[in-house]
């Protein structure tokens, strides 16, 4: 048996290489599908080696191993051919240092012409380092299934020259995908894209990829009083504050500082500021709606049609409205919506807050119950029945809450 | 082991034991009773190793069929008879016996309804075929 603790210690500084060694190969001009095959290999030997046999130097372990399993492939390979007019894309020069083989390597993994379900599975593997079972856990596929993604997201690459800088943005899309899809799994995949955002921003002064880091940050610090013991969701205004994490409020703040400082706003600098501002208040009471309904403002006005191009913008923005200007003006906020997104429970749900908000119980219960018949994840689901039948046994006759 | 799939049911089914609101109607102590109930279920089956799977169903359906070459699909979200079938989930599990799947699904079907009672429920027991032939 392995003993846990060191084997997961091992892990970590283990998966940090991964980046370095798959760029330094592709650099050195493997074919990325083949390297990274081989470094998949490596790591599961390195998984089963080194707690009995820690190597002096990891990096230049995995690289040998890789190497082996590369000429081994190789020399295995009939069509041997077809590999030498395959991409030999020409060596990069100079630098090489962390933050640049990461990036490197995210722009192959978030390649443009890729389905995002692939950038996802494709970046956990190649970049974050974790196996194809750890990935196929996360999202609660069968292993099969998830190593076929990642083949024919390697074979999709194939012949694409992967010397050329890709699509910040699509990274930070991908980034942000797998930190949403991490609070439910079995595999930290919030903690995961927080480590890969942090690697990212070494690597690029672009502000937005700090703004995503800082998001991820200021929103993974609440986590902890997220959830009640039995699983139950607590919403902000009810959660313990004293739970949240405030070593990462700290540097979710100073991150975002310092991307504001560079005066290029965007999306994730917005969102991040909001969540800053949610964090920052002692109690739910003392939030200051004032100064996130203006940062609201600023994302809704980032698109040109706000209702139709980013209608998870308005919906919060209502929200602000309604603790602002009360929830009647939040409510006729929410209305512009409804064509947009008067299907989905999230629209109802901000409904039942604000008629809430506004006194009107049996209105509430009702939007929370229609939410309930919309959701799509089992917690929310519970969470908003519970929400309705609790306002609706508070707004009955003869009750005063 | 033969495995069984235990359905819950939206809507259809034999006549109800007895007839019941929507659980948003109810109060809200039976809400948090049935749901702890449901989540006990799960336990005591990944306790006894009779536990495979569960999982829960949305309510919004689409039919969906061929619609002929190089026609798009054709789909269609009713209208639906009343009574129709909906099933709302499930607990697939792997059992001893056809026996041992008819008494799990008695324990579900006492879950607690509106002031504690048991909803009485009805669940519908499908043994799932096995991939390989017996080796009997």
């Known amino acids: 048996m392995i003993d846990e603790p060191a084997r997961r210690l091992d892990e970590g500084a283990l998966r940090a290489l991964v980046p370095r060694v798959l760029a330094g190969l592709v650099r050195r001009g493997e074919d990325f599908d083949a390297a990274e095959d081989a470094l ?142 991490g609070h439910a799994g079995r595999v930290d995949l919030a903690g995961e894209a927080i480590r890969l955002a942090r690697q990212l921003t070494l690597a690029t002064e672009e502000p937005e990829a700090r703004g995503l880091l800082a998001l991820m940050l200021l929103n993974h610090a609440r986590l902890p009083a997220r959830f009640d013991p039995e699983g139950r969701i607590v919403t902000l205004d009810r959660q313990d504050r004293g739970r949240w994490n405030t070593g990462e409020i700290a540097e979710g703040v100073r991150v975002l ?86 299907q989905r429970h999230r629209w109802h749900a901000v409904r039942g807050h604000l008629h809430e908000l506004g006194g009107d119980l049996p209105a509430a219960a009702t939007a929370y119950a229609e939410a309930a018949r919309r959701a799509t994840d089992v917690a929310e689901r519970d969470h908003l029945v519970r929400q309705a039948a609790r306002a609706r046994a508070a707004g009955l006759p003869g009750n005063i809450e | ?33 049935h749901m702890a109930f449901l989540k006990h279920v799960g336990e005591l089956l990944e306790k006894n190793g009779e536990f495979v799977d569960a999982q829960a169903l949305t309510p919004a359906r689409t039919w969906v069929r061929y619609g002929g070459p190089d026609a798009a699909p054709v789909t269609t979200d009713g209208p639906l008879p009343e009574t129709s079938d909906l099933v709302a989930g499930w607990y697939m599990i792997d059992v001893e016996s056809f026996e041992r799947a008819v008494e799990l699904a008695a324990y579900v079907s006492s879950e607690p309804g509106p002031g504690g009672e048991p909803l009485y429920e009805w669940i519908d027991v499908r043994e799932v075929m096995s991939e390989a032939p017996s080796d009997n």
């Not at chain 1, 002096?56 to 295995?76: G, N």
């Not at chain 1, 600098?269 to 739910?284: C, F, G, R, T, Y």
């Not at chain 1, 996130?292 to 929200?319: E, F, H, M, N, S």
């Open chain 1, 40 to 181: 998949q290999e490596a790591l599961l030997e390195a998984l089963r080696v080194w707690p009995g046999h820690p190597p002096r130097d990891p990096r230049a372990w995995l690289a040998a191993v890789a190497t082996r399993r590369l000429v081994d492939a190789r020399r295995s390979e009939a069509a041997r051919n077809r590999r030498e007019e395959a991409t030999y894309a020409e060596p990069r020069s100079a630098a090489t240092e962390e933050g640049d083989d990461t990036l490197f390597l995210l722009f192959c993994c978030c390649h443009p012409d890729l389905a995002p379900a692939s950038q996802v599975a494709l970046t956990l593997r190649a970049v974050g380092g974790l196996t194809t079972r750890e990935i196929a856990d996360a999202f609660y596929v069968p292993e099969a299934t998830m190593a076929q993604r990642i083949s024919r997201a390697k074979r999709a690459l194939q012949g694409r020259p992967l010397d050329q800088p890709g699509d910040l943005a699509v990274v930070l899309r991908v980034l942000y995908l797998v930190y949403t899809a």
């Open chain 2, 1 to 33: 082991m033969p495995k069984y799939l235990l359905l819950k049911h939206y809507r259809g089914g034999p006549e109800p034991h007895h007839p019941f609101l929507p659980m948003d109607e109810w109060a809200p102590a039976d809400v948090e009773a």
């Open chain 1, 257 to 342: 500082q310092s991307a504001l400082a560079a005066q290029r706003p965007g999306r994730y600098q917005v969102e991040a500021a909001i969540a800053a501002l949610h964090d920052d208040a002692a109690s739910a009471a003392e939030t200051d709606w004032v100064q996130i309904l203006a940062w609201y403002d600023d994302l809704v006005g980032l698109t040109g049609d706000p209702v139709r191009q980013d209608p998870a913008a308005v919906l919060g923005r209502a929200v602000a409205v309604g603790h602002v200007l009360g929830a009647a003006a939040g409510l006729r906020e929410t209305d512009r919506l409804r064509e947009v997104l008067g």
